[in-house]
């Protein structure tokens, strides 16, 4: 295309917002509307993203400061306009820059975030600040935003024009701006005047945003001591001494909890957090926190993730979770300060250098400190920590075999001795209450906690009083996979393999056949019978130790997946490795008495199928031809 054919685009385009940010933009405005001066604390966040990513640039060429390294964000007010303007002289935006981060609300969980909204605003305010609100949360007390911006090391005609009234559209459009950075002009709802009140104004800047590293600006009025008279200045607000550098004697909770906030962009306060200073050979430091709420998208397996800063020397880096965290600590924020790896460090430097190696030992040793205290000092709080992160925390017990032995006293699960469906047991308390003369530590794994406590497999560990932990975790069957032994003791899955509890736990001599010890084997002919019946949907048939009420159950190898997780993985249309399970009979159930006795050969049959059909379907399973189940019930029913 020649030149003269090339049509000049319109000086300012309009472009429709994608519904869904509409429609998250309608929720914020009227969910947080009680916690709304939430913005300036984002605004100021966004400002301070951009200084840090200005510097960090400028590590490598320092003309992008285009003379102007004096790096702070102002912030200034217009009574007579009713605006209020952060700004900052930082990276800035092209326009290509502000079109995918401020046109779109581009997260990848968005849909299923606005899925999960209930109605219930008090609900959906805590999602909406689990989701992160940003700078759309500029419109809950703007009903106009402007942002001016130039990326820095562009030519000053690139600067971009954006406006919106947070409806349906946006405008951008090129301007001309001579300096670089970002500048957001809120014109200010009537009902959100109070944030052009100096005073007002100050007290949220300090509350919010004291320790982040860079100076913010507000003009203050001063007496000129020579001619008397008036004029404005621009004068620091906040401290500007990054909060991690300060010695922890100086730092109250409040402070560690808004700079959490500021750190994260989360509303809520963390659970508690951990501040460290390494001295020696190598110096760094670490502020980790534990956040109150696990994020939307914490179970997800996605590898781009972000919340542990690190800094060298005060300068920011880079988002360096994924390299400084593994991924079972994912939900582990904050912020990595060394002295000593280089200022240019690569994501692939950080993979392999040594001493980034030592740092991330640390990092995990300080997050599992901090869990294992948190268990320790304050029991309720643990019980959050678990609710929100327990699943995951499990997977170290897969990946990271080193630390295994820090991460195991941290598990908690429900048991047949604990409280309902609460996992609140530890496995040291588990050792504690084991029977004389038992040697394993007993669990049985399900779809959900109602099928793990309802398992006919737990029939005679209930009798004899014998604790089984109940888990249902979908990360349970995994881990347990990989997780032989607590303190000498090996795990044994009730649901799996031969049980021989003769001999442990305290059992009265009456019930003792009821528990199973001595209780009469079934005829070897009789079993040899049952399994021809049932052909290869059984590797065995036979007689129960396990089983005191129900007549029948199913029994895996132990090397075995449970059914359980062999159905899911079917249903992800994942192949599964060939299992065959035992069916176990309990002889002094009457059907199998009926069993025993039964004469007729094509009753033998439809018996057997019975028993290891009703087998299945108290595991959670379901049957091929449940129609056929059911005549043949019916035809025992009526017989
Ligand atoms: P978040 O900060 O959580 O990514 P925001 O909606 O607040 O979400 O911002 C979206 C993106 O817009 C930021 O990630 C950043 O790339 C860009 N941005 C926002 N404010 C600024 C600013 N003041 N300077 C430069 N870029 C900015």
Redesign the pocket.
């Known amino acids: 295309m020649s030149e003269a054919q090339a049509t000049e685009k319109p000086a300012t385009e309009t472009h429709k917002f994608q519904a869904e940010t509409r429609q998250v933009l309608h929720l914020m405005i009227h969910s947080l509307y009680s916690n709304r001066e939430i913005f300036l604390r984002?605004?100021i966040?966004?400002?301070s993203?951009?200084l840090d990513r200005l510097r960090f640039q400028a590590i490598k060429d320092d003309s992008v400061y285009e003379g102007d390294s004096d790096l702070s964000i102002e912030i200034e007010t217009d009574g007579d306009a009713g605006t209020l303007t952060v700004r900052?002289n930082?990276?800035?935006?092209n326009r290509d820059?502000v079109m995918e981060?401020?046109g779109t609300?581009a997260r990848s969980g968005t849909r299923a975030f606005l899925d999960r909204l209930s109605g219930d605003e008090q609900a959906d305010a805590h999602l909406i600040g689990q989701f992160?609100v940003?700078?759309?949360s500029s419109f809950i007390v703007a009903d106009r935003v402007t942002v001016l911006?130039r990326r820095a090391g562009d030519e000053e005609a690139a600067g971009v024009r954006w406006e919106s009234d947070g409806g349906g559209e946006y405008a951008i459009e090129r301007i001309a701006r001579a300096v670089h950075?970002?500048e957001?002009i809120l014109h200010l709802k009537d009902s959100a005047r109070e944030f052009l009140d100096d005073w007002n104004l100050r007290s949220l800047v300090t509350r919010y945003s004291d320790h982040i590293g860079f100076p913010i600006r507000m003009q203050e009025s001063v007496k000129d001591e020579e001619s008397g008279e008036e004029r404005t200045e621009w004068k620091d607000v906040n401290k500007a001494s990054a909060l991690w550098t300060l010695p922890k004697s100086e730092i109250g909770d409040e402070e560690y909890q808004s700079f959490y906030k500021y750190l994260s962009?989360d509303l809520d306060d963390p659970l508690c957090w951990a501040h460290n200073k390494v001295e020696g050979t190598q110096s760094y430091t670490t502020l980790l926190y534990i956040p109150g709420t696990a994020p939307m998208d914490l179970m997800l397996q996605r590898d781009e993730r972000t919340g542990l800063r690190l800094y060298v020397k005060r300068v920011f880096i880079m988002d360096a979770a994924q390299q400084l965290l593994p991924h079972y600590l994912r939900f582990v924020r904050g912020v990595v300060d060394s002295d000593d790896l280089p200022l240019n460090v690569s994501r692939e430097l950080l993979q392999e250098n040594e001493l980034s190696g030592k740092i991330r030992s640390a990092v995990i040793r300080r997050s599992l400190d901090l869990i294992g205290k948190t268990a320790q000092d304050d029991h309720e709080t643990y019980e959050r920590f678990w609710t929100e992160f327990g699943a995951v925390l499990k997977e170290g017990i897969v990946e990271d075999f080193g630390n295994r032995e820090r991460i195991a006293p941290l598990l908690r699960f429900a048991s047949t001795q604990g409280e309902g469906e609460r996992q609140d047991v530890d496995l040291a308390a588990y050792g504690e209450r084991m029977q004389e003369g038992q040697e394993a530590i007993y669990y049985i794994t399900a779809e959900n906690y109602r099928a793990a406590a309802n398992s006919p497999h737990l029939e005679v560990f209930r009798k004899k009083g014998i604790e089984v932990l109940l888990m249902s975790d979908r990360v349970d069957e995994w881990m347990m996979a990989y997780f032989h032994d607590f303190e000498g003791k090996p795990f044994k899955s009730v649901a799996k393999g031969d049980i021989d509890l003769a001999g442990v736990g305290a059992v009265e001599p009456e019930t003792a056949a009821d528990a199973g010890d001595d209780s009469p084997a079934i005829d070897d002919e009789v079993l040899k019978r049952a399994q021809e019946a049932l052909g290869d949907q059984v590797s065995e048939v036979r007689t129960s130790r396990r089983l005191t009420d129900s007549a029948s159950c199913i029994v895996l190898g132990d090397q075995e997946m449970a059914l359980h997780l062999q159905r899911l993985l079917e249903q992800a249309g994942q192949e599964v490795p060939d299992s065959r399970p035992a069916l176990e009979l309990n002889p002094s159930h009457p059907l199998v008495g009926r069993l025993v006795r039964e004469s007729d050969p094509a009753r033998f049959e439809e018996l057997s199928v019975v028993l290891f059909e009703q087998a299945l379907l108290s595991e959670g399973g379901s049957l091929e031809d449940p129609a056929a189940f059911v005549r043949r019930v019916n035809a025992l029913l009526t017989r």
């Open positions: 984002e605004l966040s966004n400002a993203d951009a900052d930082g990276i800035g935006m820059d981060n401020i609300i992160g940003g700078f759309y911006t950075g970002t957001v962009h």
